[in-house]
């Protein structure tokens, strides 16, 4: 058995505090997402609003050449660039530079290819990113890549589906034991449906959320504020419970409003209530 998780309250948050935002967009963090494709482009829109709504400064979107074009009027804060036509080959400019000046890149959000995903992600390692947040296909594809080409600074968000492929096993009823597992696996912090746990034994246990965060998108919202805080200059495993709290608060908070079946679009504005709870 593991030991019992630290219980994340606002008192708590407040107590970790966050980097102060400074005077300009350049001061609060640069997140890049990569991920997209036709079947699902709106993925990366939901997790790039979301790394805004909790402050981070700027964004980019590296996608499919397929949907690249759509996106920068569905979201216009975000500069839309392209990934290389063959998943294989090297990251090019001006991807290559947004990158690699990137303070935290999130890469799966609507990836639908294994095989590319593991392609891409490799191409990005490749390019030095300073702290990297794998979610969805990516996650499917890590046991295949070797930690060393990784950053440090790695943090993982999987579903339980995601988690057992991870485990290589069912989860079972100690969670955190499971996920302290995974982070030493692969020397990671790891987010799973609201316990973090860190490679070096520390465990969190975020209470809020409810069933209505069972919607289609959630996740890539909740990967998103996960790498907006580690953009802000959030250590990586504090960034990962701040994005699970405020991620779990607006649920809870558009569940006492709306009730069950508000969708994932409505969640990234009330991360920044949510926020505002611990940080007004």
Not at 240 to 264: E, K, P, Y
Request: net charge negative; glycine share 12%; hydrophobic share 45%.
């Amino acid at each position: 058995m593991s030991s019992p998780s630290e219980l994340v309250t606002a008192e708590l948050l407040r107590q970790w505090g966050l980097p102060a935002p400074g005077d300009s967009k350049k001061t609060r963090g640069r997140v890049m997402v990569v991920g997209g494709s036709r079947r699902s482009p709106g993925a990366v829109v939901l997790a790039g609003e979301a790394a805004l709504r909790v402050g981070a400064g700027r964004l980019g979107l590296v996608v499919p050449a397929s949907v690249e074009g759509q996106l920068g009027v569905v979201i216009p804060e975000a500069a839309v660039l392209s990934l290389p036509q063959h998943a294989s080959d090297p990251i090019a400019e001006p991807a290559h530079g947004e990158l690699e000046a990137a303070d935290a890149v999130l890469l799966g959000p609507g990836f639908d290819n294994g095989d590319e995903t593991k392609a891409t992600l490799l191409a990005v390692a490749d390019v030095g990113v300073r702290c990297l947040v794998l979610d969805a296909y990516a996650l499917g594809v890590l046991a295949d890549v070797p930690r060393e080409r990784l950053p440090r600074d790695l943090i993982l968000n999987p579903n339980q589906e995601e988690a057992e492929l991870l485990l290589a096993r069912e989860l079972g009823e100690d969670r955190e034991s499971d996920l302290l597992e995974i982070a030493r696996r692969f020397d990671a912090v790891v987010n799973c449906y609201g316990v973090i746990a860190d490679p070096h034994g520390a465990t969190w246990q975020v209470p809020a959320g409810g069933p209505g965060l069972g919607t289609s998108g959630s996740g890539d919202v909740l990967a998103g504020a996960i790498t907006g805080f580690a953009a802000r200059g959030v250590d990586p495993s504090r960034a990962a419970v701040w994005g699970s709290w405020v991620h779990a608060r607006a649920g809870d908070a558009l569940t006492d409003r709306l009730g069950i079946g508000f969708l994932a679009r409505d969640l990234p504005a009330a991360l920044t209530a949510s926020l505002n709870e611990v940080t007004a």
